[in-house]
């Protein structure tokens, strides 16, 4: 099955797609999944609805055949779907997935990281939001200690699935402090830190603008400690800034998709755990590709499908947020539609 890479309205190409593989997640990371919205009650997806693996598998053929070429795992906390080893074993085998990674908070990451490489997967991205317990608890919720995610880092790299990239969201008020601090840490080694902006995803975290540290203020900040420079981007759609230390102790990036959105070149499509096929991570809904393959479609019926949910797309919230946000800096959540 092969057809040509279609464009969406603004002329983006259909590059990565990022699957989540369960709503469920065994943080409570306070920017994320707050414990006032997802308590002990909350309603999860219930199993038939969330897609299997061959589902999965058959909807990341379709996607290849319009031009993606990245495939990365996450949820809710992906490692927590059962045998996930098998799904990356389907999906290395993808002719066509050039690249194919796992982001994840790193707690079961350890003792599988080698059984993930043998089956295919190519990089982790790891979260890690502080050095130091004290706030790296407050942010997780639920009291996991740093020491086990740093496990879960050398045993990632140990398996072959380095050079690890670490995400850090960056909450004003929260951990400004643990930019320098990971900065030092990983200074030096492969690893590079990625310093998030607090994004307004969702509608449960209670977002304001004056939470955002600027990934300048950042960059700034690492810049006096230890001179850095830009590197260029590496790929179209590529989205963290990247900077090099000046004495040659690697890199970090920045994730400025508040301050300096980059939806002109967002190539990235997302499925969600029940199979609905989102074009923005800011979009209020979703289109039902599980019914497609539910309904007894071929597979170029599902390409079909994929591309004229693409072709369709003119998303570029991060954009439009940011000349909301001039006329009303302090604009609520709810204003917004998150
Ligand atoms: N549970 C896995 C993890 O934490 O790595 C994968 C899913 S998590 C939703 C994916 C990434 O989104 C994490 O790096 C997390 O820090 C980031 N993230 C979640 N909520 C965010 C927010 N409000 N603003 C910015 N990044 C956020
Ligand atoms: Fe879980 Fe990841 Fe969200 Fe934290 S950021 S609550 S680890 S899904
Ligand atoms: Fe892509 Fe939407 Fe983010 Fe813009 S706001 S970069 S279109 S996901």
């Not at 969406?8 to 190409?13: I, V």
């Not at 290395?92 to 707690?107: C, Q, Y």
């Not at 930019?179 to 998030?196: K, M, Q, S, Y």
Request: hydrophobic share 45%; proline share 4%.
């Amino acid at each position: 099955m092969m057809t040509a890479a279609p464009l969406d309205l603004l002329g983006r190409p259909m590059h990565d797609l990022r699957i989540s593989v369960t709503d469920r997640c065994n943080f409570r990371c306070v920017y994320c999944m707050p414990k006032e919205v997802f308590g002990r009650d909350h309603a999860f997806l219930p199993r038939a609805e969330i897609l299997d693996f061959e589902e999965i598998e058959r909807i990341v053929r379709a996607s290849v055949a319009l031009g993606v070429r990245k495939v990365r795992l996450t949820g809710g906390e992906p490692l927590i779907r059962r045998n996930l080893d098998a799904l990356v074993g389907m999906l290395a085998a993808v002719d066509g997935v050039e690249d194919l990674t796992l982001t994840t908070n790193a707690s079961l990451l350890a003792p599988r990281a080698s059984a993930l490489a043998a089956a295919g997967l190519h990089r982790v991205t790891i979260s890690l939001d502080a050095l130091d317990d004290a706030t790296f608890q407050r942010m997780n919720d639920v009291g996991f200690p740093v020491a086990r995610v740093l496990e879960g880092i050398a045993a990632a790299e140990a398996a072959g699935l380095g050079p690890v990239k670490v995400n850090t969201v960056i909450q004003r008020g929260m951990n400004e402090h643990a930019v320098l601090a990971l900065a030092e840490h990983f200074r030096g080694t492969e690893t590079t830190v990625r310093f998030i902006e607090y994004m307004d995803v969702g509608h449960s975290n209670g977002w304001r603008l004056d939470d955002v540290v600027p990934a300048a203020e950042i960059v700034a900040a690492v810049d006096a400690r230890w001179p850095l420079e830009p590197v260029d981007a590496e790929y179209r759609g590529e989205v963290a800034r990247r900077y090099r230390y000046r004495d040659g102790g690697g890199e970090i990036g920045v994730i400025s998709s508040v301050t300096q959105p980059f939806c002109g070149d967002c190539t990235r499509a997302r499925l969600s755990a029940d199979g609905q096929l989102f074009t923005c991570l800011f979009a209020t809904s979703g289109h039902d590709v599980r019914a497609v393959v539910r309904s007894g479609a071929t597979d170029v019926d599902l390409a079909e499908a994929l591309r004229a949910i693409w072709t369709d797309r003119s998303d570029r919230y991060s954009e439009l947020r940011t000349l909301e946000t001039v006329k009303q800096p302090k604009v609520e959540m709810s204003f917004i539609g998150g």
